[in-house]
């Protein structure tokens, strides 16, 4: 390969894989890697990403932050690999004989409950494809899921892109509605019933009829469990997949006609 075309990862993440020698020595003795970001997700969990900062970290760890960039370069690596730390390896519960959409259907749920329990990853800008460990295996996983679906390999990548971003989507806006009814000393068992009565407080039924026959059937009265929403939008885009999947099946078995 020429020189113009090599690929160079950050170090930590070499280092992440294992394919790159740990620092030796550092300035402080007992530094490593998996400590420095153990830390900062303690950091995350207790005051949110905003909080975390090499130099916060650092002082978590009675250390200098100077000492910190011998393991990370720059605060993007360990944020990248922080959110790695708390994804951690997929455990699927699956194997073939389940089929692809119960695969893909625990796959999302998985993801989903890495978000939920820490909803700080949720704030680290996605800046590319992923490179560090799990993240890489969860997809690896994902894709194992649609080996039998008769999918083309770009088809299964689209598969994998449209239901993460499905469930990121969600656990993004759950995160941000609960995040603002706190802020606004209401409660997240309330949102939808305040809601409700701020939309009969303002809108027209003449001009919002739709809207209208919506308030009056009663549905904002109470909130919906966010997995019953979670599980119909994943339902329905697994329909959708589920559609394309007959059509590259049928196509593959299809008799040749002389």
């Not at 020189?3 to 530094?31: C, M, N, T, Y």
């Not at 909080?51 to 360990?78: I, N, P, T």
């Not at 699956?94 to 704030?123: C, K």
């Not at 892109?161 to 009814?181: C, E, F, H, K, P």
Request: aromatic share 6%; net charge negative; glycine share 8%.
């Amino acid at each position: 390969m020429d020189d113009e075309h090599e690929i160079h990862l950050p170090e930590s993440i070499e280092q992440a894989w294992g394919v790159r020698e740990r620092p030796r020595k550092g300035p402080k003795r007992g530094l490593s890697q998996e400590r420095i970001i153990a830390a900062a997700v303690q950091v995350a969990e207790r005051d949110g990403l905003a909080a975390v900062s090499m130099s916060r970290v650092a002082a978590e760890l009675g250390a200098s932050a100077m000492s910190l960039y011998r393991y990370f370069a720059a605060k993007d690596e360990l944020l990248a690999l922080m959110a790695d730390a708390v994804y951690g390896p997929p455990s699927l519960d699956w194997n073939r004989e389940d089929g692809w959409r119960a695969g893909m259907s625990r796959w999302a749920w998985g993801t989903l409950r890495s978000m939920r329990r820490h909803p700080w990853v949720l704030r680290i800008p996605i800046s590319g494809p992923p490179t560090t460990p799990n993240v890489v295996l969860w997809l690896e996983r994902g894709l194992q899921c649609l080996q039998d679906t008769g999918l083309t390999e770009a088809e299964k990548m689209s598969v994998i892109l449209l239901v993460s971003g499905y469930v990121r989507n969600d656990a993004t806006i759950s995160t941000d509605i609960a995040t603002a009814s706190r802020a606004a000393g209401g409660s997240e068992q309330e949102i939808m019933p305040v809601y409700g009565r701020i939309l009969t407080k303002l809108i027209d039924p003449y001009r919002f009829p739709a809207l209208t026959a919506v308030i009056a059937s009663g549905i904002f009265n109470v909130d919906d469990d966010p997995d019953d929403e979670f599980t119909f939008g994943l339902e329905r885009i697994l329909d959708g997949i589920e559609v394309l999947v007959r059509e590259r099946t049928s196509t593959a078995v299809a008799p040749t006609v002389p």
